[in-house]
């Protein structure tokens, strides 16, 4: 009899084991809509990292710095939050709380660079100005927080893949790298102005070329699919409709930085610095809103 009940405990225990292993990341199975916050607000924060890094280049500038410093402020206020908030939930965000202890240690690693990240950025909101060594520093710390942070997002994405949106996986990866595309529009302003400020030039301006090439490949697989990407594309008239706004301000940006990006290219003039810094933001909006069309077909 003892032997008869040990081994229905072996084969209960096996069976919880099973289980266990294939529930999804977060306790309470979050719904396809969740899903979509999740994975909306995770990428978010890649281009947050990047907008802050920029927001401190054009201050160090000069260019419109009183705007950019209240910016800079604002941005770094909202990625602290949606942190927090991925971590313990956030009714405001709407997003669940994460139990996934693997995430949470990925959260955990991104916490700890933002601590360094983050002092540096309220020195500079606190004193108004950008010396030499924190554009050296917020240059070297804003790719590790990227990195990162794009970590979380790649866990959040195979979890949603797997659970909430297993119907239309393609949908995760979509929701994902469109999502990355408005990191791109930031990265490609930071590393033109990093150029344009004088540090490490040719480096900035190989990461440019690679970072813009990315977008405008990304923009088309969004559109019409791309294999290599594992993109399927998008028959949604209202979605097509909303990347074509975005490809028309992208024909208007591409040339600055493309320019900015060729080898033969010694100096950025202040008009051209001028027109990345007030047409970089229109891109960044118009891409947001193709993101949230793409996180709203989630949740149908």
Not at 132 to 155: G, S, T
Not at 162 to 191: H, Y
Not at 246 to 266: C, Y
Request: with cysteine; net charge positive; glycine share 8%.
């Amino acid at each position: 009899m003892k032997r008869r009940f040990f081994i229905k405990g072996i084969m209960f225990s096996a069976a919880m084991v099973t289980a266990l292993g294939a529930m999804p990341l977060w306790a309470g199975a979050p719904t396809a809509a969740e899903y979509g916050v999740v994975l909306n607000l995770s990428g978010k924060q890649r281009m947050l990292t990047q907008k802050m890094s920029k927001e401190v280049m054009l201050v160090a500038l000069g260019v419109d710095a009183q705007t950019n410093l209240g910016n800079l402020k604002k941005t770094a206020a909202l990625f602290d939050k949606t942190l927090k908030g991925l971590k313990d939930g956030d009714a405001d965000l709407g997003l669940p709380p994460t139990e996934s202890r693997r995430i949470k240690r990925q959260l955990g690693k991104v916490a700890k660079i933002w601590k360094g990240f983050h002092a540096t950025v309220e020195s500079v909101v606190g004193s108004g100005q950008v010396s030499k060594d924190q554009v050296a520093q917020i240059a070297k710390e804003n790719l590790p927080l990227l990195k990162q942070m794009n970590k979380c997002v790649k866990l959040y994405e195979k979890d949603a893949s797997k659970a909430g949106l297993k119907s239309d996986p393609g949908l995760a990866v979509t929701i994902n790298l469109a999502g990355k595309q408005r990191m791109l529009t930031q990265k490609m302003s930071k590393e033109y102005l990093l150029a344009a400020y004088g540090h490490a030039v040719e480096d900035n301006k190989l990461n440019l070329l690679e970072t813009y090439s990315l977008f405008e490949r990304t923009l088309k697989g969004l559109m019409d699919g791309d294999a290599t990407l594992d993109l399927p594309g998008t028959q949604n008239a209202a979605i097509r409709a909303q990347l074509e706004v975005v490809a028309g301000l992208w024909a208007t940006f591409k040339p600055v930085v493309v320019e900015g990006a060729d080898p033969k290219t010694s100096s950025y003039p202040a008009d051209k610095v001028n027109t990345l810094a007030t047409t970089n933001l229109p891109l960044l909006k118009q891409m947001n809103r193709a993101v949230g069309m793409f996180a709203k077909e989630a949740a149908k």
